[in-house]
Structure formats: C-alpha cells, structure tokens
C-alpha cells in the first residue's frame, strides 16, 4: 500500500539554525499538509497546499515556516530561524481530495532545538 | 468554527473486554466527514475508521465500530476484544465536506485519548 514517507526521522538543531523537512506524499494524491504536535500535546495544524500554493495557514505558520513543492514528488517545510519552542513532532499528510478523503500520514520528524 | 472534544484523557481497558471511546464535535455544517485515529508509541498516525455524515449506518472495520448520532454531534469508537496492540492514543477528527472555493478542508484533532490495555 503506498504510504508518505518523511525525512529525517529525527533532527536535532540549534536554535536560530534553518531546517528542512522533507517529505513525498503519495503520488496520486492533490493536497498536502503540514500538522505539528507538541510531546504529549494536541495535533495542530501548520498548513496546507494545493496546486503548487498554499491553500490555508493557521496563525502558527508564520514568517519563519515555509513550504515548498520543489519538483513532482517532495513536499517541504523550512523553519528558517528555530526556537526552543518549534521542538515538536513534525507530520506530513496527504489526500486524493479536498474533503471526503482521510488524510495519510507519514511517521513524523522529531525536530528538538537545542 | 468546528471543534472537536475528547473529554476522557485516559482510558482502560482488560484484554478481550470492550471499551468505548468518546467524541463529541460543534459544527454548523451538514456536510462533514468524520474519523478515528490511533498513535501508538511510535507516534505514527494511523486511520482507524472513517463515517460520513450523510450516511446513517455506523461504520465497522473489524473490531472496530462507531457509534455516530449525528443530532446530538456524537461520534464514539468502540473496540470489542481488546488486544495489546490497540493500547495507543486515540485521536477523533473532523474533516468538513463543503466547499469553500480554494480551501483544502483541513483536519481537525480532538485531543486525544489514551487507551491502556491491561492483560
């Protein structure tokens, strides 16, 4: 069964330092997403992004995340200057549609910031 | 705004019993999705089960069944013959079904449950 695949697994960074995170969602699917989840903590949402643009962005996402499809098949999201709190369990989803599809995820980035 | 509320943080349950997980969500839609997700210990997220609002059947997937009352905004998991590996946490999610010109219906996560499986 294809699934979403993420890298690394985990990333270790130092604070102010860019990372990226990177992603393939499955390849016959439209819409992609970005969700973040705190150790222990709710499942947010960052962002999400459809053809080739970024569709909706919660008030987390802000200037220092980027995200960028840069070819046919990866999906990335840049922190560009991390802090203490960006250290957080990183997941990439996709879906066929827009609406009644689920979600597949992929098994996250651990992303500590030191 | 559409939220989603898990009011048990924990759970638990003995091998081969059943347990019932509970989730209620506010919308004003009428046109919305619904799921389970589970998270064990290795943090991957995993669907469980999917229901469709317009449909009035509870969804299955084996010992997995919802129990979905849509006019009261209720959307419960029960796990029947519990195993060791359903201990996990357990995440109930909206996904609305309208379309909203460029909007990608996101996901929206409860806060989770924590289902321990005693043997």
């Known amino acids: 069964e294809p699934e979403v695949t993420q890298t690394p697994s985990h990333q270790v960074t130092q604070m102010g330092q860019e990372v990226i995170l990177r992603c393939v969602p499955i390849?016959?699917?439209?819409?992609f997403y970005w969700y973040r989840q705190i150790l222990g903590q709710k499942v947010e949402f960052l962002v999400s992004?459809?053809?080739?643009?970024?569709?909706?962005k919660s008030e987390i996402f802000d200037d220092q995340f980027s995200v960028e499809r840069p070819d046919g098949s990866n999906f990335t999201l840049k922190i560009r200057s991390t802090k203490l709190e960006d250290s957080a369990m990183y997941f990439c989803?996709?879906?066929?549609?827009?609406?009644?599809?689920?979600?597949?995820f992929g098994n996250g980035t651990r992303l500590t910031v030191t | 705004a559409q939220t989603v509320t898990q009011s048990q943080p924990e759970m638990s349950v003995q091998e081969a019993e059943t347990v019932t997980l509970s989730c209620t969500y506010d919308?004003?839609?009428?046109?919305?999705?619904l799921f389970w997700y589970k998270q064990p210990p290795s943090r991957q997220m995993i669907l469980v089960i999917r229901?469709?609002?317009?449909?009035?059947q509870n969804a299955t997937e084996n010992r997995f069944s919802v129990n979905f009352q849509k006019a009261a905004k209720s959307f419960s998991l029960k796990i029947s013959d519990s195993q060791l590996g359903d201990a996990a946490m357990y995440f109930c999610?909206?996904?609305?079904?309208?379309?909203?010109?460029?909007?990608?219906?996101?996901?929206?996560f409860g806060t989770g449950t924590l289902l321990a499986v005693q043997p």
């Open positions: 999610a909206y996904r609305s079904g309208e379309n909203y010109g460029g909007a990608t219906n996101k996901l929206i």
């Open positions: 992004f459809y053809n080739n643009e970024i569709s909706e």
């Open positions: 919308t004003s839609e009428s046109d919305y999705y």
């Open positions: 229901q469709e609002a317009y449909k009035q």
């Open positions: 390849s016959n699917h439209l819409y």
């Open positions: 989803a996709s879906s066929r549609d827009r609406t009644s599809s689920p979600l597949h």
